[in-house]
């Protein structure tokens, strides 16, 4: 039998597939839409060789963290709601110089499908962020037709986010992709509930209007906290702030912050990009916080 340490580093070496939990009332479902490899001295800047050295159970065989890229559905009742609509169907390849390595989606519809979420019936895709990443077949024709896949949906973002999207230009996000995205917009302020339970929670410095959303129901929490974090590696080292952290120092802030509370009683977080570990809670560890995976 393998050991549970053993187990756990499989699954930090890649990335998940469909996983549920129920909190009360609602469901929440991570959706894949695929998957990037990321450098990680180019990616976590202030990291070390000597670091990783010391911690290989982080990296796969090539020597990259592995992120997946994805959705998390929350559902209530007949009612359904999207954080954030993966990258949608294309690919690139891994380029010199760059901190990410080997980009790709195209996943998303097809696992709504098996969860029996077709687009039609998503009300709304609150993001996280405008980042192409997350952004995804938002702005993508559903296969076979000229019309985005969640055209029946409004489209959330932070009133902040919305008024420096210009900024973004930098990190891919075109302006010609947020003009398709904007007859749909319809911006959200910090506590603001936006779905049953679903509340706003802001965590800008990885954009100027980056947020989180908190999920409450039947006594439990699950933190839905974007790129705040990009990888567990982060819940030990919240000082290590991303590269493409548009304000590093004050992402590390709200990081540290976010790192606490995910250690209180009854919370849960969920890291999009957390390799095959997408749902867990944060513990004490000898070498500083821990996470720890939660899959019920």
Do not use: C
């Not at 996943?107 to 996280?128: K, Q, S």
């Not at 506590?191 to 129901?217: K, L, N």
């Amino acid at each position: 039998m393998r050991s549970t340490t053993s187990h756990h580093t499989e699954r930090l070496r890649r990335p998940s597939g469909i996983r549920s939990l129920t909190l009360g009332r609602t469901r929440v479902t991570y959706v894949p839409d695929g998957a990037v490899r990321l450098t990680p001295r180019g990616w976590l800047p202030d990291s070390t060789d000597a670091w990783w050295a010391a911690h290989p159970e982080y990296l796969d065989d090539s020597g990259h963290l592995v992120a997946g890229i994805g959705s998390l559905l929350v559902e209530s009742g007949d009612r359904a709601l999207l954080i954030d609509a993966g990258f949608g169907p294309r690919s690139a390849p891994a380029e010199p110089g760059n901190a990410y390595g080997a980009i790709h989606g195209g996943a998303l519809l097809d696992n709504l499908a098996r969860l029996g979420r077709p687009p039609g019936t998503i009300e709304a895709v609150a993001f996280t962020h405008l980042h192409i990443d997350h952004l995804g077949w938002a702005g993508h024709p559903a296969p076979g037709g000229d019309r985005p896949a969640f055209s029946g949906a409004e489209l959330l973002v932070t009133e902040p986010e919305w008024s420096g999207r210009h900024l973004l230009a930098a990190h891919g996000t075109s302006a010609e992709a947020l003009a398709a995205l904007e007859p749909r917009v319809r911006t959200v302020t910090d506590g603001q509930e936006v779905f049953p339970g679903v509340r706003v929670r802001y965590m800008p410095g990885h954009t100027p209007g980056h947020t989180g959303y908190v999920i409450e129901s039947g006594g439990r929490r699950l933190i839905a906290f974007g790129d705040a974090l990009h990888s567990p590696v982060q819940t030990a080292r919240p000082q290590w702030s991303a590269a493409p952290d548009h304000d590093p120092a004050l992402s590390a802030r709200f990081r540290h912050r976010l790192v606490a509370e995910l250690q209180e009683p009854g919370t849960i977080g969920f890291g999009n990009h957390f390799a095959d570990v997408v749902f867990g809670h944060v513990r004490p560890g000898a070498d500083g916080p821990v996470w720890h995976p939660v899959d019920a």
